[in-house]
């Protein structure tokens, strides 16, 4: 296995251990998945890098989550596959050098070996309308600043 799938794993631990704990302190989680699950050294820095980018915008990756979950309250999610799909939006929204492609693929996984028989379809779904949602919403502001772009030139 990996060394990121390795950090993917332990970043799953550590916002599983939010939830179910009604919050903690992110510097001492850290530490104490650390001393629990030997993440690589070459992948410490992305652990904590992907940890805390989504406990820190936690309500905009959940929100973003409840507007493309058709019929599906958060609360109503998996707690496992819930914190899949949020290591998921994370990546696809702060960590643009990880390959869309890459991070459905390895929440996929994550899906498969740590949720129920269905969790693989449903994160790969989700994850997939969100990030064409993302894509949307990136071409429409392409669209509108070359828009603006061409109407000021036109003075």
Not at 50 to 56: N, R, S
Not at 85 to 106: A, H, M, Q, W
Request: hydrophobic share 45%.
């Amino acid at each position: 296995m990996g060394a990121r799938r390795e950090a993917r794993i332990a970043v799953l631990m550590g916002l599983y251990a939010i939830e179910i704990s009604s919050g903690k302190d992110v510097a001492l989680l850290e530490e104490e998945i650390l001393e629990f699950y030997e993440v690589p050294k070459t992948a410490k820095l992305f652990f904590c890098s992907i940890l805390e980018a989504t406990i820190k915008n936690l309500d905009e990756i959940d929100a973003l989550i409840k507007e493309r979950a058709e019929n599906w309250a958060l609360d109503r999610i998996a707690i496992v596959d819930k914190n899949i799909i949020r290591l998921g939006v994370s990546e696809l929204l702060y960590f643009p050098d990880i390959p869309p492609k890459t991070t459905i693929n390895e929440c996929i996984e994550l899906a498969k070996q740590f949720g129920t028989s269905e969790s693989a379809r449903f994160v790969n779904g989700l994850l997939d309308g969100i990030l064409r949602h993302l894509d949307i919403d990136k071409r429409s502001q392409i669209e509108a600043i070359e828009d603006n772009d061409n109407s000021e030139g036109i003075k």
